[in-house]
């Protein structure tokens, strides 16, 4: 029932791509619509979570997870694909957006969280700035590793922290060898620090 479900959400979620891409090719929106019709539809969606959640937990985990997505795809394209939003203004909306696929997890399931923690860690790349931030970006990263861990603590999803950790590694070493550290490199190493100093205390507090 689960699988049906999830494919299902998936071939709504495909139908909802192929009518922006349909509108975009025809010039039936502006951008704004565009941008404001996906924040609305992502937000439609988890609220349609909560609505189905005593029905039935699947459906809710998938509508909700599919609201999250839409959101973190509305940001990314009013930021990166149209200018209509501001950077640093963006990235706080991330790093909601992405906290509340977190904390939504605790009441819907795994997906929710594998996509707010996919989310989270891909949407700053394809963000793009020709100014690069490190400060805002890894203490994001810090942040959602830290709510991450705190929901494996709460349901044992070990491997969504594992995944949180090797994210935050990763993104590491590309910063690494794609920016100059003359000036970064307190930033970086200062996550890692307080990164690895975290998931090595995290067994202590469960």
Request: glycine share 10%.
């Given at each position: 029932t689960r699988l049906i479900v999830w494919v299902g959400?998936?071939?709504?979620?495909?139908?909802?791509?192929?009518?922006?891409?349909?509108s975009i090719q025809n010039a039936l929106l502006t951008p704004s619509a565009r941008v404001l019709l996906g924040l609305l539809g992502g937000a439609a969606g988890i609220v349609l979570g909560e609505f189905f959640a005593r029905r039935s937990k699947e459906i809710a985990q998938a509508l909700s997870a599919a609201g999250i997505a839409a959101i973190f795809a509305a940001l990314v394209a009013g930021i990166s694909l149209y200018d209509l939003i501001n950077p640093v203004v963006g990235l706080g909306g991330i790093v909601v957006t992405a906290l509340l696929a977190v904390f939504l997890s605790l009441r819907r399931g795994p997906l929710v969280a594998a996509i707010g923690l996919l989310?989270?860690?891909?949407?700053?790349a394809l963000i793009g700035s020709t100014t690069p931030r490190p400060l805002p970006i890894f203490g994001f990263f810090l942040l959602l590793q830290l709510a991450l861990w705190f929901v494996m603590r709460?349901?044992?999803?070990?491997?969504?922290?594992?995944?949180?950790?090797?994210?935050g590694a990763l993104?590491?070493?590309g910063w690494a060898l794609t920016h100059d550290l003359a000036d970064q490199g307190a930033v970086l190493g200062g996550f890692m620090l307080l990164s690895t100093v975290a998931a090595m205390l995290r067994p202590l507090i469960q």
């Open positions: 959400s998936a071939a709504l979620a495909l139908a909802g791509i192929m009518l922006v891409h349909y989310g989270g860690f891909l949407t700053p709460q349901r044992n999803w070990w491997p969504l922290s594992l995944a949180a950790q090797v994210g993104w590491v070493l």
